[in-house]
């Protein structure tokens, strides 16, 4: 911290006097022209990467999504149709959006959830349990896998009607997992003519989704776990802590900073759900924003580029929302 | 992804099961194929020269397509000119080991100067939107609205010139490939057919007629149940599979030219017509197969291969399921047959199938030389040289010969030559995005839930609007 400040000092704690007068009152600093021509360098490479391959196509998206355009005709075709697609979107396919932007929230709370399961086996790994090696192994197994993987797994082996593991053990009826849109639980919305709810087979999948994530997780607050100082653990248990109390009052604080990085990941995990919902040919009531995105992008015979656009800036104002509050929260505690 | 397409597979992909003189035959062909290819010097995957034979420079390697190909294949088709006319180019997404050795036997038939780039099939058709802006000369494609739809935008050539030396072609494929403004822009090359397929010894064992009228089929179906066997494998994962019933209810209630309207964005889906579909739809489903949303139709197939189930409206590509060479007895038992009428004004005039085939860039780098092959691949001599590498399609043109073909290949063409008319199936009807996205989903939830129908109705008809048709 200290050079840190000395560096960003602009009053100088320490003034040599000859060079300060010289130069007038030109910032001090410790970096040579060398240092400076490469901190550019390494500052404005990938700050220019991150303008073109992040903003310039959210921005194209923005700009996208209020025209119409079948992503064949001539780009002097591109018509713009002001808020069009955003009223197709959320009037004529509010029976896409709704359901899908309800299932990112579940997906949102559920998996922050496994994230808790996750840091719970790592808890109780880390304390070195007999063959603690060979559960950590089975638990990250599934990390290794693609989650589309996942998904191709889960259906053939698991949810399948006809041959799946557990319609096998079921003794009732089969029951159809994946393409069964059924609720489990549905409720009214004031604005919508329809119910909004968990659909079986989004649960189906969640349970897929957890398998994989928990391991995910776990590993992560492992790796934290071995960071925490021992002695503060012993600290605890000398001025009497129980289990609980040593790990919410001592051992949570100290994982601060894994926590955020868990965070953020299991955000963004959850609101870019794509690939197991796609891998399985998204049943009914599995529809999440990433597959309405690529629904009306991608495909044969002409894209739907300005609704897939709008379905897309839907998804990153999600997405701006929890990186302001987050970038927000970050800065507001590195002041303190 | 591979497995389970999210829309029908095109001929291209899934063909007919192959008997074991096939099989045979098939084999040896590839293998001269692929011998053939590399002695070109093509990379895998990326591009294959096909030479005229007297100006290549593996001359034994050439003779290998030809050889194990009819014999009348290796004379000059009437088309084909001096291959002074230059280099083609052509786009191909024959990409499997045997559809490429295939296609290049059938290219070379043309005896002109081919470039031909082929690309996983699965990639040529999701970024074909992106390609068609700087095709190759020639390219392959599919017939009905996805072929009208880059037509009407003016991205590919009009050949109806090609079409008057086509000569066997009958008048159902003519009008598969027909644009709007009446001018060809598709040259078919194969298809297959969708049909209700059967076990004959099961129907033989327990004395199954095969139903002619709508009755009958309740009828039938009824007495299935009765029997204790399934009356209906049911199959929608993908929320394709089911789009071939809604086709065949409609082109029976209300008749072809009714489905190509409706095809086409000019009818509406609240219309009283499309609910008599859903009524009539509604009186099978009691005999489906239940849950039928989450099954691929390979397990649809599967209940037909085990007898537990009875019929199961698919295309041919149902006997691919299975191993040719431990159910080779299930593979021969398959067979289907039309649709049954349901408004005696129809009648069974209609079929479906799909058919792929090619079309021209608009503005061909080579125009004469894109003609003259397409009008090679359109001859009985092109689809002869394929089909003897790869057996597993039945040819568009009438006067291919057909002596190769299984049971279920000849029933096929059989069938479709003495259609009226040929859909193309829902997907490949009507606008890509509104059969998956809106009709699709309406059926999957119809099924789910047949009361729903009307709110579904409602709302497909409401999405519609906001699609532009040709």
Redesign the interface.
């Given at each position: 911290m200290t050079v840190t400040d000395h560096i960003d000092d602009t009053t100088p704690a320490v003034d040599p006097p000859a060079r300060g007068r010289r130069r007038r009152r030109r910032r001090y600093t410790t970096l040579s022209k060398g240092d400076r021509f490469w901190l550019g360098v390494m500052v404005g490479v990938p700050a220019f990467l991150h303008l073109i391959l992040v903003w310039v196509p959210a921005l194209a998206t923005t700009a996208l999504s209020f025209t119409e355009w079948d992503n064949l005709a001539p780009l002097t075709d591109i018509r713009a149709v002001g808020f069009q697609n955003y009223w197709f979107i959320f009037t004529v396919f509010d029976t896409n959006l709704f359901p899908a932007l309800f299932n990112n929230f579940i997906l949102v709370f559920w998996l922050f959830f496994c994230s808790a399961i996750g840091m719970l086996l790592a808890y109780l790994l880390d304390k070195n349990l007999r063959g603690g090696r060979v559960y950590q192994s089975i638990y990250y197994f599934p990390v290794v896998l693609s989650l589309a993987v996942v998904g191709f797994i889960w259906k053939s082996t698991m949810f399948s009607r006809d041959r799946g593991l557990l319609n096998v053990i079921w003794p009732g009826e089969p029951i159809d997992f994946v393409g069964d849109g059924t609720k489990i639980f549905q409720f009214d919305i004031p604005f919508l003519d329809f119910p909004l709810g968990l659909s079986r087979n989004f649960a189906a999948l969640l349970i897929a989704m957890a398998w994989r994530h928990i391991g995910y997780i776990m590993v992560m607050y492992l790796a934290g776990l071995k960071g925490v100082d021992p002695a503060l653990r012993e600290a605890a248990s000398i001025d009497g802590c129980n289990e609980w109390q040593s790990f919410r009052n001592v051992v949570f604080p100290a994982l601060k900073p894994i926590n955020v990085v868990v965070a953020v990941i299991t955000v963004i995990e959850a609101l870019r759900a794509y690939d197991i919902i796609a891998a399985l040919n998204e049943p009914r009531g599995t529809e999440v924003m990433g597959t309405l995105v690529t629904k009306s992008l991608l495909g044969e015979g002409g894209g739907r580029v300005g609704i897939g656009s709008a379905y897309g800036v839907v998804l990153l104002l999600l997405c701006l929302g929890f990186i302001i509050w987050y970038v927000y929260n970050h800065y507001r505690e590195t002041e303190q | 992804?591979s497995e389970?397409p999210?829309r029908s597979p095109s001929p291209s992909k899934v063909g007919f099961a192959l008997n074991r003189r096939q099989l045979i035959v098939g084999g040896a062909a590839a293998a001269g194929g692929a011998a053939f290819l590399s002695a070109c010097g093509g990379d895998d995957d990326t591009t294959a020269t096909t030479a005229a034979p007297e100006a290549t420079t593996a001359p034994e390697a050439t003779t290998a397509p030809e050889a194990t190909t009819a014999p009348e294949a290796t004379t000059a088709p009437a088309t084909a000119p001096p291959a002074d006319l230059g280099e083609v180019t052509f786009g191909s997404n024959y990409s499997d080991e045997k559809p490429k050795a295939g296609m290049a036997a059938a290219v070379a038939v043309s005896g002109l100067d081919v470039k031909i780039n082929t690309v996983d099939h699965n990639s040529y058709?999701?970024n074909?939107?992106?390609y068609?802006?700087q095709p190759d000369d020639v390219m392959a494609w599919f017939a009905g609205?996805?072929m009208r739809?880059?037509a009407s935008?003016g991205?590919v050539g009009d050949i109806s010139d090609v079409w008057t030396g086509l000569g066997d072609m009958s008048e159902g494929f003519k009008n598969a490939s027909t644009a709007l403004d009446g001018k060809q822009y598709f040259v078919p090359f194969y298809f297959y057919a969708w049909g209700l397929h059967y076990r004959k010894s099961l129907f033989e064992e327990k004395g199954y007629a095969i139903p002619v009228t709508w009755d009958e089929f309740l009828a039938l179906c009824e007495q299935m149940k009765t029997d204790g066997i399934t009356p209906l494998a049911g199959a929608?994962?993908?929320?394709w599979p089911q789009m071939g019933m809604f086709d065949m209810l409609n082109m029976r209630v209300n008749g072809y030219d009714f489905h190509v309207s409706l095809m086409g964005g000019k009818e509406s889906w609240t219309d009283d017509r499309v609910k008599e579909v859903f009524a009539k739809w509604a009186e099978l489903l009691p005999y489906y197969q239940?849950?039928?949303?989450?099954?691929t139709w390979q397990?649809g197939a599967?209940v037909i291969g085990d007898k537990s189930a009875g019929m199961f409206l698919l295309g041919n590509f149902i006997t691919s399921n299975f191993d040719g060479a431990t159910q080779q007895d299930i593979i021969d038992d398959i067979d289907f047959f039309l649709f049954p009428e349901i408004n005696p004004e129809h009648g069974q005039d209609a079929i479906e199938a799909p058919i792929d085939g090619f079309m021209m860039a608009a503005s061909p780098k080579n125009a004469d030389g894109s003609k003259a092959l397409l009008g090679s691949l359109g001859t009985k001599e092109a689809v002869e040289a394929y089909i003897g590498v790869d057996p597993s399609v039945v040819a568009a043109n009438g006067a291919a010969d057909t002596s190769g073909y299984n049971s279920l290949q000849q029933k096929a063409a059989e069938l479709v030559g003495g259609s009226k008319y040929i859909a193309q199936f829902l997907d490949r009807d009507t606008?890509?995005?509104f059969a998956?996205?809106v009709v699709g989903?309406g059926i999957?939830?119809f099924i789910?839930d047949p009361s729903k129908i009307d709110t579904i109705l409602d709302?497909i008809e409401?999405?519609k609007?906001?699609y532009t048709f040709e």
């Open positions: - | 992804m389970q999210e058709q999701e074909f939107n992106t068609i802006q609205y996805r739809a880059f935008k991205v929608n994962d993908g929320r239940p849950d039928a949303n989450g099954r397990d599967n606008d890509p995005s998956a996205d989903i999957a939830d789910a709302t409401a999405q609007a906001t």
